[in-house]
């Protein structure tokens, strides 16, 4: 008999979010998002219960099929950087864009668009009015610019936590100009002063810092409450069973799954 916790979904605010969102013609990059796969929200808590604030850059294939936002390596990465904290259970990640995008330069001039961004600053705002946010911690360019942007906004000035800029997840591309160990090296100053601004972990602990590359134990499993119902073990504990099909010209469309 399986037991598994699962997200139970948004409430209040993030629930009217998830109810009214910006279709094809607000992310009118088209062309840029694999918009077909269609919008996914968050991870973690959208209850008004999140004490550390992540935000991302866009969901990927494997995101398109869980639901969830950083499910799939990028996202098993951060689940690793934000046990460290010992934030296991009280976080609300989200994107800066609601769609996944297939051509980052097409998509990313669209960041600031207004549509996308006062859709993006709703979920900000509904992230602190709970006033439970001790920090915010963003993944990526896009994600850092995406908080200024909140920054300049009347609700945005009146949010005074502690924010940290850490390098993307998965900016250690392979023959890319940021190595694995720049990766974790940033990783360890931004966990460093995220740790010293957090006041109410779920779990207290020691910080213990990364080493030269991620270690197993720094890869974890995704915790089913963060999932819909049902979703199975392999698919938040394994990564690359989704990624883009390779038939010529559908790419932008199709996704390819294998079950590991
Ligand atoms: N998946 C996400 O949802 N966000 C990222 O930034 C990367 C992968």
Request: glycine share 8%; aromatic share 10%.
């Amino acid at each position: 008999m399986i037991t598994d916790a699962f997200d139970t979904g948004p409430t209040g605010k993030f629930r009217t979010l998830c109810r009214n969102y910006p279709d094809d013609s607000v992310y009118n990059g088209a062309d840029g998002f694999r918009s077909l796969w269609g919008p996914i929200f968050y991870r973690g808590r959208a209850n008004g219960s999140a004490r550390l604030l992540v935000i991302g850059q866009d969901p990927a294939q494997t995101e398109a099929v869980t639901r969830r936002i950083l499910s799939g390596q990028a996202g098993r990465r951060v689940q690793g950087f934000v046990e460290k904290l010992g934030m296991t259970k009280s976080y609300l990640m989200i994107n800066a864009f609601l769609y996944g995008i297939y051509n980052q330069s097409m998509a990313m001039p669209h960041l600031n668009d207004a549509g996308i961004l006062a859709y993006r600053n709703q979920w900000l705002e509904a992230a602190f009015a709970p006033g439970k946010i001790e920090a915010v911690v963003t993944f990526g360019n896009a994600a850092f610019d995406a908080w200024k942007a909140f920054k300049t906004t009347p609700a945005g000035q009146s949010v005074n936590v502690f924010q940290q800029r850490a390098l993307h997840p998965t900016a250690d591309k392979p023959g890319g100009p940021i190595t694995r160990k720049d990766l974790l090296d940033n990783w360890n100053i931004a966990l460093q002063h995220l740790h010293a601004n957090l006041q109410t972990p779920d779990t207290v602990q020691p910080l213990a810092l990364y080493g030269n590359n991620f270690t197993a134990a720094e890869l974890p499993e995704i915790p089913s409450r963060d999932f819909p119902m049902g979703l199975q073990a392999w698919m938040r504990s394994q990564d690359f069973w989704a990624g883009m099909s390779s038939a010529p010209g559908t790419q932008r469309a199709n996704i390819s799954i294998e079950v590991p």
